[in-house]
């Protein structure tokens, strides 16, 4: 029967490990999680955009280990490289995290001023009124560019403990079984990043103290950063 011939070993050893791997990264879900609460994304919106970067998280290290086997690289070697782009990913969220804490602060100070924001979905206005009650100064802040400057770093982050685990099979020539693996991976990390999202994103909306609304893009920052840190220090 095709159950008896399905590699049961690894893959509830990737279910394992993929779930333990993502809840235990706050890298994984913190981004999502703030930046959604501060930018005002809808659900379905960060739902899309948690997806899409755990795709390209798991897909990056997919492709490097397929690529890995096929020139004839040992596995030391493929975590030897999986290792470096996470210390590359993981600045690249501190450098992301601090930029965007910092934006937050000017964007603050704005707000003082008598500028008020407008969270929409997929972007911030800000709106300035003056003496004409009508007049509207706008600002957009970059969706666009925040989401590719995530999905970029997810992309660079890898999934270490993926490699062993499709390696393996790989290595012996069984395609099908180390797919197989990196789906099951794959399916489980991304199932653990999107809830673990929506549950924080509805923890935090509980947290309403409006004196320190107009702090919120400099809260997501700090902890974006935050999140990096702890992956370079930490090992998270």
């Not at 199932?191 to 509805?202: I, K, N, P, Q, Y």
């Amino acid at each position: 029967m095709l159950w008896a011939h399905l590699p049961w070993t690894l893959l509830i050893a990737a279910i394992g490990i993929g779930a333990t791997h993502t809840l235990l990264g706050p890298d994984h879900y913190l981004p999502f999680i703030m930046l959604a609460r501060a930018r005002g994304w809808s659900r379905s919106r960060t739902v899309v955009i948690t997806a899409v970067c755990g795709v390209g998280h798991v897909g990056s290290s997919v492709l490097l280990g397929t690529l890995g086997i096929a020139f004839g690289f040992a596995i030391g070697h493929l975590r030897m490289a999986e290792s470096g782009r996470g210390d590359v990913a993981a600045w690249a969220m501190v450098a992301f995290g601090a930029a965007y804490a910092l934006w937050g602060v000017r964007h603050a100070m704005r707000t003082r001023k008598g500028l008020e924001p407008h969270s929409h979905d997929g972007g911030v206005h800000i709106h300035s009124h003056g003496v004409r009650p009508h007049h509207h100064d706008h600002v957009e802040i970059g969706a666009n560019t925040t989401f590719w400057t995530l999905f970029i770093i997810f992309v660079l982050g890898p999934c270490e403990p993926l490699i062993p685990l499709f390696a393996l099979p790989a290595s012996r020539g069984q395609w099908g079984a180390a797919a197989l693996t990196a789906v099951v991976f794959g399916v489980v990390t991304l199932v653990c990043m999107v809830a673990v999202t929506l549950a924080g994103l509805e923890g935090v909306k509980l947290v309403r103290v409006r004196a320190l609304e107009r702090w919120a893009h400099v809260a997501a920052g700090s902890i974006i950063a935050a999140a990096g840190l702890s992956v370079i220090y930490l090992g998270l």
